[in-house]
């Protein structure tokens, strides 16, 4: 096959850790990996330390992210018990509302049934509000979204259960997206096992009936994110390991083989990594900007290339078929043959437009 051009992917979900989680990742680590994973926009959660929870700290990480970044960062907002009023007035400068119904990595729980009324009633209701949201917690947040008719991203669905409730809700009319990753989509339990901490994520690999259910349900997902949740070696390995693991620069690889092997169209690729994205988030269009891949190179995936600060992976070894040659942004080569050709600063602050 010849090589491909496809559009800059958008990763909805990805954790570039600053401020305060800088030997994890950095603005600038982050997004060289972004790059050299083809992907041009990530959009960064809040679970930071401090938490990304008002107009100060929005305003700080877009400094950061001005002066750092490699590729376009979108931020989001997170809900705390008493910033619902404070965070919808930012919804216009955010990618969207986060909300952590379960318990995960980070400062940001959130299950006052008072407190995430005043989110639901008060966020705007033609933004997004995103959720961590595991079993049970799906249905209550669909059921907070109808109640105000407002606009659910379900981060990570893993299970069965999950992916036929969001299509029941779908069919019946529910203002719903939702995401998958490529963990929960090429590993399961059996890998965790394998990987022990490296294996460990909120929502946990699941059994490989799940891993059917999602590939069989891939027509209501809309978009693939990473959920790029860096940790390091030494945090992976002491007494009670942070959940969460990179996934920047071995999605699209990884993707390509599912092409290659027939389970995915490109076209279908390209709607989940980039189309569907942007139209859920209302994100701007990069201009000049495409990746270059040659989707018949073969090889194994290893910890040795990656850019992101953290320097393992939970698909070490795996054969993958589809190497990302060059990345263009607005019209600057800004990855090519495995090196990074911006300087920190090259990446912009984004927000969302129209709507
Ligand atoms: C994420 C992290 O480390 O920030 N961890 C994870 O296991 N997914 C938090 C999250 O996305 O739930
Ligand atoms: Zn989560
Ligand atoms: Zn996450
Ligand atoms: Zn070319």
Redesign the pocket.
């Known amino acids: 096959m010849p090589a491909l051009r496809l559009p800059g992917l958008i990763d909805a979900h990805v954790?570039l850790r600053e401020p305060g989680g800088d030997h994890k990742e950095d603005i600038t680590s982050g997004t060289a990996a972004a790059l050299a994973g083809g992907v041009t926009m990530v959009l960064d959660?809040p679970?930071t330390f401090p938490p990304l929870v008002d107009a100060q700290a929005l305003a700080l990480k877009q400094e950061l992210v001005e002066r750092g970044a490699l590729c376009d960062v979108g931020l989001y907002v997170g809900a705390t018990e008493s910033n619902a009023s404070e965070a919808a007035a930012l919804g216009g400068h955010a990618a969207g509302l986060k909300i952590y119904l379960d318990q995960?990595?980070?400062p940001l729980r959130l299950r006052n049934l008072a407190a995430l009324v005043a989110h639901f009633r008060v966020w705007p209701a033609s933004r997004p509000i995103a959720v961590?949201a595991e079993g049970l917690s799906v249905a209550m947040a669909i059921g907070l979204a109808r109640s105000f008719s407002r606009r659910l991203h379900l981060c990570h669905v893993s299970r069965a259960d999950e992916i036929a409730l969001i299509r029941a809700a779908k069919e019946s009319g529910a203002a719903l997206t939702c995401e998958v990753t490529p963990h929960h989509l090429l590993l399961s339990e059996a890998d965790a096992q394998r990987l022990g901490p490296y294996g460990s994520?909120?929502p946990p690999l699941a059994s490989t009936d799940d891993v059917s259910a999602l590939w069989a349900n891939l027509g209501v997902v809309d978009c693939i994110a990473t959920?790029h949740?860096p940790?390091t070696r030494a945090e992976k390995e002491a007494e009670s390991p942070?959940?969460?693991v990179p996934g920047l620069e071995t999605m699209l690889p990884l993707l390509l083989t599912s092409v290659a092997e027939g389970r995915l169209t490109l076209e279908r690729l390209v709607q989940l990594t980039h189309e569907a994205p942007r139209r859920i988030f209302a994100l701007p269009l990069q201009p000049h900007t495409r990746v270059e891949v040659d989707p018949d190179a073969r090889f194994t995936l290893s910890h040795k290339n990656l850019h992101t600060k953290c320097a393992w992976t939970p698909f070490e070894g795996m054969a993958v078929q589809g190497r990302i040659r060059r990345v263009v942004l607005r019209g600057q080569t800004a990855f090519e043959e495995g090196e990074i050709r911006v300087v920190p600063g090259f990446g912009r602050a984004i927000k969302p437009v129209g709507n």
């Open positions: 954790h959660m679970n995960t990595y980070g961590h994520m909120k959920d949740a940790h942070p959940p969460g």
